[in-house]
C-alpha cells in the first residue's frame, strides 16, 4: 500500500536547521552584539563621572565657603583693629595739637594700649624712643614700617577720617584742633560766654532754638537748630559781638597775614586780604573752616589785613584789602601755597614735633592675613585629590558590585536571545538589583516553560493532525487500490476523522482569535439552567459510552445572563467533555449553577467530578496552553491541550474569571464566575 510513503515525513524538524547557528565552527559560542560598551557609555562610567564631579563641586563649594569665612573673619578682625588704630591716632594727634612737645605722653599711650589690647609706641623721626606701652626689657624690636606719622600739621587723612567719624580734615591737613596763638585767655572766653548765653536767651524769647558751641581755641559762636541762621536775622538779638576778634586774636591774625605776604612777595607777587575763612579778594563768608553747622553773619573785621584763623578760631569777615590781585588760577594756587606755609610756620613753635606711630600686637605680630603661599596651595591642592580619590574609589567599589549583577542579567539574556537554554542569575541581595535578578529568574523559568509548551504543542499538534490525516490516506489509498469498498461506513470512518481534524483547527483559530483581541461575542439574554441542560444532552451519549452519569442539579430559578450563548456552551462543553474524559466508569459529572453568596449578582456555574484529580504541582498550569498532565497522548485521557487555554480566554471575554479546585484521587471542580443580570422571574 502507499500509505507507508507517508510515515516518515513527520521525523523532521526545524530543532537542526536554527539551532546550529549558535555555535561557530571551532565550537566557542557565538555572541554577537555583546561588545564590551565604552567606558564613557557605560552605567560605570557615569557614576565615576558624576561622583567625581559632586566630589568636584562639594571641594569647590567648601573651599569658595571657607575662604570666603575666614577672608570675612580676618577683614572683620582688620577692621576693628583699624577702627581701634585710628582712635589711638587720633588720641595722640589731639594731644600733639594742644601741646608744644611730648613729654608726658606715656600716660597717655599706656592708657590707649590698655584700652585697645595692642602695643602703642611713638618714637622721634630718628626712631629715639619717646613712649612705649611695653616693657622695655621685654618689648620686641620695632617693625622697620611706622604704622603712621602723628604731625598735626600734616594730618593721615584715612586715620583721621576713621577717628573722627568720617568727618574729615582741612583741606590744608592741618589739624582743626592746632590753634596755637589763636587760643583765647580764660578771661576772654568767659566773657564771650556770658554774652553768647544772652544771645541764646534772646534767641529763645523770640521762639528760634539755639545753643552755645565751644571752639577748639575757647571762643564760642551761636548755633541756630535747624541750620538756619538767616532766621536770626529779622530779630533784635545782634550777634555781631561775637564776631568781634579779641586782641590776642587780632595779633595773630596780623602775624599770619605778615607771614603770607612775605612768602607772595619772594614770589614777585603783591600781598592779599585774607578773610576769617582763608580766603581772599571779597568779603568772607559766613562759614568758618574746621567749623561744623550754621554760622550768624559776620562783620567785617576792624584790621585793615587780618590773617585766617584755624577751624574754630574766630570767624570775623574782614574788610577788603588795599590791593586785590588779579582773580587767575595761577595767582589763586601761589596764594593758597603761600597761607598752607604761613599757617605751618606760625604754628610750628605751638605743637609737637612728628613723631612715628607703632601699633601691633603685644607679643609683635602684625596684623592678621590670608597667606595663600605655594606650601599653602600645595596642601590645599593635596586635600582636594585626597577627597577625589577617596570619591572616585568609593564610586569604583559601588559601582562594581552595582554593575556586576547587571553584566550577569545582560549576559544571560543574551545567551537567551541567542537560543541557549535559559539559566538563572545569581541573586545578590534583597535590593533593586536583587529584584530585578529574581524576576529575571523567573522570566527565565516561565519562557522555559513555554518553550517547552511550544514544543511540545507542535509535536502534539502534529500527532493530532497527522492521526486523521493518516487514516484519511490511507483508506482513500486502500480505495484506490481496490482493497475497501466506499460504502456507507468506509464514508462515515472518512467523515468522522475530518471532523476530528476540524475540531483541533477550530480550537487553534478560536485561541488565536481570543489572543489577538478580536474574539466576537454575541451577547443575549441566556438561562443558565437551559444551558446547561442544553450541554448536558450534547455530551449525554459519549458519557453513557464512557460508564459515566452526567446530570444537572436544581438551581435558583429565574437566573439570567448577558452572554452569547455560542461561546459559554462551548466553554462549558469543553470542561464537561474535559470531565468525561477524565472520570472512571461508574463516576458522576455534576454540572451546578448558583448565585454567589454575596449577593453582588455574580453567577458561578460548577462543573465537577469524582475523576482521578489534579496533582498539586500541576493544579497551577491546568489553563496554560498545550499543557497536559498525561503525556501519552491517548484517544481516551487526552486531547490538544487547548480546551482549557480556551474555556480561560472565553471566559475572559465574558468579564468573568474561571478557577480549578482538586484533590488527587477524588475529583476535580471547575467555576466559572460570571456578571449576571437581574432575574428574569420565578
Not at 533593586?432 to 509548551?453: K, Y
Not at 514544543?455 to 490511507?474: C, F, Q
Not at 449578582?601 to 489553563?623: K, Q
Request: with cysteine.
Amino acid at each position: 500500500m502507499r500509505r507507508a510513503r507517508g510515515g516518515s515525513d513527520g521525523g523532521r524538524g526545524d530543532d537542526g536547521g536554527k539551532g546550529g547557528r549558535s555555535r561557530r565552527r571551532d565550537g566557542r559560542r557565538e555572541t554577537p552584539g555583546r561588545a564590551r560598551l565604552p567606558l564613557r557609555r557605560s552605567l560605570l562610567g557615569r557614576l565615576l563621572a558624576v561622583s567625581a564631579l559632586v566630589a568636584a563641586c562639594s571641594v569647590a563649594a567648601t573651599a569658595w565657603i571657607a575662604v570666603q569665612t575666614t577672608s570675612g573673619a580676618i577683614k572683620q578682625e582688620q577692621g576693628q583693629n583699624l577702627t581701634a588704630d585710628a582712635r589711638i591716632y587720633d588720641t595722640l594727634l589731639d594731644y600733639a595739637a594742644r601741646n608744644p612737645t611730648w613729654d608726658g605722653v606715656g600716660a597717655t599711650v599706656r592708657e590707649l594700649a590698655r584700652e585697645s589690647g595692642r602695643r602703642v609706641a611713638l618714637t622721634t623721626q630718628g626712631r629715639q624712643p619717646l613712649a612705649d606701652s611695653a616693657a622695655a626689657a621685654t618689648a620686641p624690636a620695632l617693625p622697620p614700617q611706622a604704622s603712621a606719622v602723628v604731625d598735626p600739621l600734616s594730618v593721615d587723612t584715612v586715620l583721621a577720617a576713621r577717628g573722627t567719624d568720617g568727618q574729615g580734615t582741612a583741606a590744608d591737613r592741618i589739624d582743626p584742633r592746632a590753634v596755637g596763638p589763636f587760643r583765647l585767655s580764660a578771661a576772654d572766653s568767659r566773657t564771650l560766654r556770658r554774652t553768647a548765653d544772652d544771645k541764646v536767651e534772646c534767641l529763645n524769647r523770640a521762639g528760634i532754638a539755639s545753643d552755645v558751641v565751644v571752639g577748639a581755641s575757647g571762643r564760642p559762636r551761636v548755633q541756630i537748630v535747624g541750620n538756619d541762621p538767616e532766621r536770626a536775622l529779622g530779630t533784635r538779638c545782634d550777634l555781631a559781638a561775637l564776631d568781634t576778634p579779641t586782641r590776642s586774636e587780632q595779633k595773630a591774625l596780623d602775624a599770619l597775614t605778615e607771614l603770607a605776604d612775605a612768602c607772595l612777595k619772594r614770589q614777585g607777587r603783591e600781598g592779599v586780604q585774607l578773610n576769617s575763612d582763608l580766603s581772599w579778594g571779597d568779603p568772607a563768608s559766613s562759614t568758618v573752616p574746621g567749623e561744623t553747622g550754621p554760622l550768624v553773619p559776620r562783620v567785617p573785621l576792624p584790621a585793615p589785613a587780618p590773617v585766617p584763623t584755624p577751624r574754630d578760631a574766630p570767624a570775623e569777615d574782614a574788610a577788603p584789602s588795599v590791593v586785590t590781585p588779579e582773580r587767575t588760577g595761577e595767582n589763586d594756587r601761589a596764594i593758597a601755597s603761600c597761607v598752607s606755609a604761613a599757617r605751618s610756620e606760625q604754628l610750628s613753635s605751638y605743637v609737637a614735633s612728628p613723631a612715628l606711630l607703632f601699633i601691633g600686637d603685644e607679643g609683635g605680630a602684625t596684623l592678621p592675613g590670608f597667606d595663600l603661599s605655594p606650601a599653602n596651595t600645595a596642601r590645599i591642592a593635596g586635600a582636594a585629590a585626597l577627597v577625589l580619590a577617596l570619591t572616585v574609589g568609593a564610586s569604583v567599589f559601588a559601582g562594581a558590585r552595582l554593575v556586576r549583577p547587571l553584566h550577569a542579567l545582560t549576559g544571560a539574556a543574551q545567551r537567551m536571545r541567542d537560543g541557549e537554554q535559559p539559566e538563572s542569575v545569581p541573586v545578590s541581595g534583597d535590593d533593586e538589583v536583587g529584584r530585578l535578578a529574581a524576576a529575571f529568574n523567573d522570566m527565565s523559568a516561565h519562557r522555559a516553560r513555554l518553550e517547552e509548551q511550544r514544543k511540545a504543542m507542535v509535536s502534539d499538534v502534529a500527532h493530532e493532525l497527522r492521526t486523521p490525516l493518516s487514516n484519511i490516506r490511507g483508506w482513500l489509498e486502500a480505495a484506490q487500490d481496490g482493497l475497501a469498498d466506499p460504502d456507507p461506513a468506509f464514508v462515515s470512518s472518512l467523515l468522522e476523522e475530518a471532523v476530528l481534524l476540524q475540531h483541533i483547527i477550530d480550537d487553534l483559530q478560536d485561541l488565536a482569535a481570543a489572543d489577538a483581541g478580536v474574539l466576537r461575542l454575541h451577547p443575549e439574554s441566556v438561562e443558565i439552567r437551559e444551558l446547561l441542560s442544553q450541554v448536558a444532552a450534547a455530551h449525554q451519549a459519549r458519557a453513557e459510552n464512557a460508564g459515566v452519569t452526567l446530570a444537572v442539579t436544581a438551581t435558583a430559578p429565574g437566573r439570567a445572563l448577558r452572554a452569547d450563548p455560542v461561546r459559554l456552551r462551548q466553554a462549558v462543553g469543553n470542561l464537561v467533555s474535559n470531565a468525561v474524559r477524565h472520570t472512571p466508569e461508574g463516576g458522576r459529572v455534576t454540572l451546578r449553577a448558583y448565585a454567589h453568596e454575596e449577593g453582588d449578582g455574580t453567577v458561578l456555574v460548577e462543573v465537577a467530578d469524582t475523576g482521578s484529580g489534579i496533582p498539586p504541582e500541576d493544579l497551577p498550569h491546568v489553563f496554560d496552553r498545550f499543557w497536559r498532565a498525561e503525556k501519552s497522548r491517548s484517544r481516551r485521557t487526552g486531547g490538544s491541550g487547548l480546551g482549557l487555554a480556551i474555556v480561560r480566554k472565553l471566559v475572559e471575554a465574558h468579564g468573568g474569571t474561571v478557577d480549578a479546585t482538586s484533590v488527587e484521587g477524588e475529583g476535580s471542580t471547575f467555576v466559572l464566575r460570571l456578571p449576571g443580570t437581574t432575574p428574569s422571574g420565578p
